[in-house]
């Protein structure tokens, strides 16, 4: 089995609810085992300014299949629960992306691995550290605590009253 992490992201049409739905739907999933989620944290948008914004979490789960097959199937929930890509980093009803898949390193046209953008989110850090501490360590970066001190100049909000 490989631990999979996977990032959790809605900023519109009830986003926590979307969160739950999202979560849910993930936890059905064939090959997934032993699921974790984080707490859920408010962030300004990266992109355009002019939207809500928005909550997140991850979920960390043991995988036994391949990290396309997981792609393919995120995509799929993303349809159901009816994502429409408007606007690059725009608003959305959810967004789920695979942050790390093991120690597995991936480059094509369709999926980086790890997540590209990993030291670039405190939104993806910080709930990472949640579930796996400050010492994991994701290929070809720093450990979680180390990423997570560069990004002080981000602002992240824990949702104490939001409960997955």
């Known amino acids: 089995m490989t631990l999979a ?3 959790l992201g809605a900023n519109i049409d009830s986003p926590t609810e979307q ?3 999202a979560r849910d739907a993930i936890n059905q999933l064939p090959n997934l085992s032993d699921t974790h ?10 992109g355009p300014q002019n939207q809500p914004p928005f909550f997140n979490a991850v979920m ?9 097959q997981l ?3 995120l995509q799929r929930i993303e349809v ?11 608003e959305r009803c959810i967004d789920l992306d695979i942050i790390q898949l093991g120690d597995v390193v991936i ?8 997540h590209p953008g990993i030291a670039e989110r405190l939104f993806v850090v910080q709930p990472m550290i949640d579930l796996l ?18 990004l002080t100049n981000q602002s992240l909000t824990l949702c104490q009253d939001v409960e997955l």
């Open 71 to 73: 792609l393919t199937e």
């Open 133 to 150: 501490g400050c010492q994991h360590k994701v290929p070809g970066l720093d450990d979680l605590g180390t990423l997570r001190r560069r």
């Open 80 to 90: 159901n629960m009816g994502r429409v890509k408007r606007r690059r980093w725009g």
């Open 5 to 7: 992490v996977i990032a």
């Open 19 to 21: 969160l739950k739905t």
């Open 37 to 46: 989620l984080s707490r859920v944290y408010s962030s300004p948008p990266m």
């Open 60 to 68: 960390t789960c043991h995988y036994t299949a391949d990290a396309n």
């Open 107 to 114: 480059e094509t046209a369709h999926l980086s691995l790890p």
